[in-house]
């Protein structure tokens, strides 16, 4: 089975500074997909960002950029320039190709609760 | 715009009671899914279904139900509800093969159960 871990409960970072959130998986697949969840309290599940596993090149999206490393199982996020707006629960998921008897689940890590100071 | 909708945002019940959560998607998805998220714990899947009257466990289907007798519609049901069920619960739905690579949330369920 496979499992997705964020050591991370809590983070902070100051408003325009850099911050990167942490995130390792387990799995014996050799194709699937890892992404960011962001939940502000509004607790609507919002993508930030995704990153197909066969796919080498890490995935940006405008300030959001992660560091995906295959053999070391690491998927991290790394957020610049960031904002207010950028405070919420982040979660870290591992996510199975949609055919097949796996039926597309979700795997999730612990979430990361991102706060940043003006 | 697609759409997840949950019929209650919270919702409080008693000990005992039999509990439904109901969960609509419009964008036809043969997938959907339930799941719990608690702190610390982040999201465990209670129950998906792929097919209309199919279900399969997740991880922690102990004390849950569902029900999908039609394709947009999935129930999770709570057949004797009790405290340790008090949570947030989040549906989830996503359309099947290799180019389905979005999953889509509802706006959860906080359920309080005394």
């Known amino acids: 089975a496979q499992t997705v871990t964020q050591s991370q409960p809590e983070m902070s970072v100051q408003e325009a500074e850099t911050v990167t959130l942490s995130c390792t998986y387990d799995t014996s697949e050799s194709d699937y997909y890892l992404f960011w969840y962001k939940q502000p309290p509004s607790r609507q599940m919002i993508l930030v960002i995704r990153?197909?596993?066969?796919?080498?090149q890490n995935a940006t999206e405008n300030r959001f950029s992660v560091n995906f490393q295959k053999a070391a199982k690491s998927f991290s996020l790394k957020i610049s320039d960031s904002q207010l707006g950028d405070a919420a629960m982040y979660f870290c998921a591992y996510g199975t190709y949609a055919g097949g008897t796996s039926y597309g689940k979700l795997t999730f890590g612990q979430g990361t609760i991102l706060t940043v100071h003006p | 715009d697609v759409k997840v909708t949950q019929s209650s945002r919270y919702l409080v019940k008693r000990t005992g009671e039999k509990v439904f959560l109901e969960c609509v998607q419009d964008m036809d998805h043969e997938n959907m899914f339930w799941y719990r998220q608690d702190p610390g714990l982040g999201l465990r899947l209670i129950y998906f279904s792929y097919d209309v009257k199919m279900k399969e466990k997740g991880d922690i289907p102990e004390g849950y139900s569902v029900s999908r007798e039609k394709k947009e519609r999935f129930s999770l049901i709570l057949e004797s509800a009790s405290t340790n069920q008090t949570s947030m619960y989040l549906c989830?739905?996503?359309?099947?093969?290799?180019?389905?690579?979005?999953?889509?949330f509802g706006q959860g369920t906080r359920l309080t159960v005394v």
């Open positions: 990153q197909e596993a066969y796919k080498q």
């Open positions: 989830a739905s996503r359309n099947s093969g290799q180019g389905a690579r979005l999953a889509f």
